[in-house]
């Protein structure tokens, strides 16, 4: 119910998710309910983001060589 609406605004793994709930209640306490998810979700877009860049350009690279 609740992790279906977590889950359902953001394409993050619901694992994910719930290691940032725990690490930042564990890191910040009460607060770190509510930073732990966004800063582990921002750095899973951010690292998302990267590998699809170099795959893209892994790719534009191999046909520029043809």
Do not use: R
């Amino acid at each position: 119910m609740l992790s279906e609406k977590i889950h359902g605004a953001c394409d993050l793994p619901l694992l994910l998710i719930f290691a940032g709930v725990i690490g930042g209640l564990i890191a910040y306490g009460i607060i770190g309910l509510f930073i732990g998810p966004v800063m582990l979700g921002v750095i899973y877009t951010l690292l998302q983001a990267w590998v699809d860049e170099g795959a893209t350009e892994g790719e534009t690279d191999a046909a520029n060589n043809i």
